[in-house]
T-cell receptor, first 112, second 113 residues
Framework: DTAVSQTPKYLVTQMGNDKSIKCEQN?????MYWYKQDSKKFLKIMFS???????INETVPNRFSPKSPDKAHLNLHINSLELGDSAVYFC???????????FGDGTRLSIL | GENVEQHPSTLSVQEGDSAVIKCTYS??????FPWYKQELGKRPQLIID?????GEKKDQRIAVTLNKTAKHFSLHITETQPEDSAVYFC????????????FGTGTSLTVIP
């Protein structure tokens, strides 16, 4: 069983569209994260979220919004997609606090 | 906020030699330092981590050292093998960062058979 699963694996869409990426973890973890990995392979934290607190990296545009229907899911919604949003987006989860993170397989987003 | 620097950005070694990757961090309150390995097209995977109450940790061919005073930590891989070829990321986290992880810029390691 995949511990952290993301869908879709690939997402190709037009500039200006709105899209969502789903993430689910079956590890019973309390905290989930979204990362953006650009073409230079830099891994940049976008959000961390547990059932009490959402921490947003201040550099993330407000077109990006995480949505968590329950503790096992943290979806990423993106409005008005731009060319610069093209990247691989990774979801991750961990127990609360400074604990090892488990990553999903990533979603490769390509904006035409 | 936290700033993590990682060197070198690329590293090539002969099979059987050792590889060392170094990271520095800026926030003295950071207290957890994991290392991740990312093979091409795959997810990052934790290979070893260290907490600020420990100076060194070893797991078979992999070791990590931490110098809190100088705010730097290093990954050491001995007896390298071709399957060690990947991108390696260091990261730092702590209470001041809100338990968010800040990653280094990655080191692309190539082990030449």
């Amino acid at each position: 069983d995949t511990a952290v699963s993301q869908t879709p694996k690939y997402l190709v869409t037009q500039m200006g569209n709105d899209k969502s990426i789903k993430c689910e973890q079956n590890l019973g973890h309390d905290t989930m994260y979204w990362y953006k990995q650009d073409s230079k392979k830099f891994l940049k934290i976008m959000f961390s979220y547990n059932n009490k607190e959402l921490i947003i990296n201040e550099t993330v545009p407000n077109r990006f919004s995480p949505k968590s229907p329950d503790k096992a899911h943290l979806n990423l919604h993106i409005n008005s997609l731009e060319l610069g949003d093209s990247a691989v987006y990774f979801c991750a989860s961990s127990r609360m606090g400074n604990q090892p993170q488990h990553f999903g397989d990533g979603t490769r987003l390509s904006i035409l | 906020g936290e700033n993590v620097e990682q060197h070198p950005s690329t590293l090539s070694v002969q099979e059987g030699d050792s590889a060392v990757i170094k990271c520095t961090y800026s926030d003295s309150a950071s207290n957890y330092f994991p290392w991740y390995k990312q093979e091409l097209g795959k997810r990052p995977q934790l290979i070893i981590d260290i907490r600020s109450n420990v100076g060194e940790k070893k797991d078979q061919r992999i070791a990590v050292t931490l110098n809190k005073t100088a705010k730097h930590f290093s990954l050491h891989i001995t007896e390298t093998q071709p399957e060690d070829s990947a991108v390696y990321f260091c990261a730092a986290s702590g209470p001041v960062t809100g338990n968010q992880f800040y990653f280094g810029t990655g080191t692309s390691l190539t082990v030449i058979p």
